[in-house]
């Protein structure tokens, strides 16, 4: 098993992947970072890996297949189901938070429009998912889709 936790961003803007990516790094967040740039790209991702990642952290608008449709998906699969998911959008109205708690998010976290507080809200994820909630051992569910 790896040595620290792994979070699958599923994220099509490079500026937030970048954003994301150095947060990590300069908080000295020990996780394992893998990126998707849309949903498509992250289902593959989850249906090819033997393990799976302790976190998904999910943007909603993106290319091919949205956050959404990936969610949904998701939580339709007995396999990937107890993976915790966090909804990280800039859309962050009443409708949009509620269709992602409709479809199995397990948190939804606007996304922060500056770095100072893309690193205190990605240090208070880690914190709470990483360290403090304790999820099922992924690398033993092994069923598929």
Not at 52 to 59: G, V
């Amino acid at each position: 098993m790896p040595a620290f936790p792994q979070i699958l961003i599923v994220e099509d803007d490079e500026d937030d992947r970048q954003f994301i990516r150095e947060a990590f790094e300069d908080d000295d967040l020990n996780c394992e970072l893998v990126f998707a740039v849309d949903g498509s790209s992250a289902l593959d991702l989850l249906n090819t890996s033997d393990r799976l990642p302790t976190l998904m952290l999910l943007d909603i608008n993106m290319p091919r297949m949205n956050g959404f449709d990936l969610l949904e998906r998701v939580r339709s699969s007995a396999r990937l189901r107890p993976l915790p998911v966090i909804v990280f959008s800039t859309s962050n109205s009443a409708e949009t938070i509620a269709a992602a708690y409709d479809r199995g998010a397990n948190s939804f976290i606007p996304k922060p429009s500056n770095y100072l507080d893309f690193t205190r809200v990605l240090s208070e994820v880690r914190r709470y998912w990483i360290q403090l909630s304790r999820v099922p051992d992924h690398s033993r569910m092994r069923g598929t889709f």
